[in-house]
């Protein structure tokens, strides 16, 4: 029996000249667009004043203007979900400190929490997620109903954070899937006035995931991806936070502790 789950695609290395962007966004078909806010500026800088174009994240990686074209065509359809990853979905202090031991841990892809307990304060995170939706809205057009916190890192500041910046789903990943490669699923639940979705490769989750540039290696992948995603009017949702779901927010960071480790 086909199983459905909403299609969630992170857009990054954008490098196909669009031909799969413009069959995506043509299909009909729902799916969630997770769009970096970073990806959008080159001139954008770490906390500390430092560049992350072609220094954290890689040049190839920021959205060329056809990519942006796409977007912003596309903003105002009722058919697609558009989430926001972080602001600048890169923490120059992990990697000012990786660089320093001249290692290329720990991960810096991430920005409210970092593995060694550094976090930023609630208004911070206030402050850098509506930056955030605001680049997004003014080069785009568009207005984000999913957050998704860059790396899948976040404490209890984040989800006030993404509340009090108007977002209505709150999207991580199954952190199961690091572990027992979908074997076991995760639910969807109500936290406050947030829905919380998790997203996996493997379809152990209410939202299947994949990357854009994934995508473009793997055409006949996309194509199965597509046409079994859904609409989030097929997702139950649970009115409190299951045990499974706090077991995988502590795999999660687990296994970010032990991919630092080399």
Known sequence: MTEYHPLVVHF????????????LFNSGNYFIASIVPNLLDSEMKTEEGESIYGRIHPENNFY????????????????????????RHCCGRCFNKGRALGKKSPDPHHEHVCLDGVAQSLEKQIEVIAKGKDLIKRQLGISPQFYCPPNHLYNKDTLIAAKENGFDFFLSRNGFDYFLLGLINTPVYEKGELIMLTESKYGSAPLRMTYYDQLCEDPENFDALLKNSSSLTCLNIENKKPTKARVSEKLITAYKKLRDLK
């Open 12 to 23: 990054q290395f954008m490098n196909d000249n669009g031909e799969l962007a413009r069959k």
């Open 64 to 87: 060329p203007d056809w990519a942006k074209e796409i977007f912003g065509e596309n903003g105002k359809r009722t058919d697609i979900g558009w989430a926001q990853e972080g602001y």
